[in-house]
């Protein structure tokens, strides 16, 4: 299969389980942005955007696709699984900010695919946007494992590059968790509740750091 030949390794003494690989932004991103839509199908966030359950599935492999290529293609990291299971994509230090350009080219995508509840989506772009750190630092900007898979590791193991690099270099790491249920995953791979926030009639968002040197 393609993907198998083109796995490239993760760094130098980080054994992986669950087969995790640095994935290409490019090649791997129909099959990454379907594993994501799966996994946030029932996430508080993309109801509360996508409120019909039908609409939300048909939509989100493409927001995952505009999401994912069009603003975090140039410089994230994207991580994935051999069966494409799960997957989760990292900005890196200096890189968590979405360039104005990137933001113009989005905006048709952004309105076709959550039309009225683009406002929605915005106010709580700016709502979190306010509290982001600005020391340096990597930022996961989404992780999911497709809910067959869900339980077993996979979302720790999507972590732990990332995580480990963050340790070697001694840097934070920061999330914006959309669903409560996954605070005590995030707490057991070190990170902290920050801060709590929400927007009018959304969901609460918890805002988790990661101290240098691990939690
Ligand atoms: C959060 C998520 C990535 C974790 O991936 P995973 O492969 O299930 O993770 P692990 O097996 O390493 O860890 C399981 C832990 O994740 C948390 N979790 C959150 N939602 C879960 C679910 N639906 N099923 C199982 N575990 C879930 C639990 O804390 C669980 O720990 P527990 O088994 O002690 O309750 C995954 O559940 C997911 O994709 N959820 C939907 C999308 C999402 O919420 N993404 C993150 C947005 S901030």
Not at 56 to 73: C, S
Not at 90 to 95: F, M, N, R, V
Request: charged share 20%; glycine share 8%; proline share 8%.
């Amino acid at each position: 299969m393609a993907y198998l030949v083109r796995a490239e390794p993760l760094s130098q003494g980080f054994r992986s389980a669950h087969d995790v690989r640095r994935a290409d932004p490019v090649s791997d991103l129909p099959l990454i942005s379907a594993t994501l839509a799966r996994a946030f199908q029932d996430d508080p966030v993309m109801s509360w955007l996508l409120p019909d359950a039908r609409q939300r599935a048909a939509r989100l492999p493409g927001f995952w696709m505009h999401a994912l290529g069009g603003l975090h293609g140039r410089h994230g990291s994207f991580f994935t699984t051999a069966a494409f299971t799960g997957a989760a994509v990292w900005d890196p230090p200096g890189h968590w900010k979405v360039e104005i350009l990137q933001m113009i080219r989005f905006a048709p995508a952004f309105v076709r695919i959550f039309r009225i509840h683009c406002l929605r989506g915005l106010a709580l772009l700016n709502a979190v946007e306010r509290y982001h750190p600005r020391e340096p630092h990597y930022y996961l900007f989404a992780i999911g494992t497709d809910p067959a898979h869900q339980g077993r590791g996979i979302g720790a193991s999507l972590l732990a590059p990332v995580l480990a690099k963050c340790d070697g270099e001694r840097m934070p790491a920061y999330l914006e968790s959309s669903n409560e249920r996954n605070v005590p995953f995030y707490q057991r791979n070190g990170f902290r509740v920050m801060r709590e926030i929400s927007v009018p009639d959304g969901p609460k968002i918890t805002l988790m750091r990661r101290p240098a040197g691990g939690g």
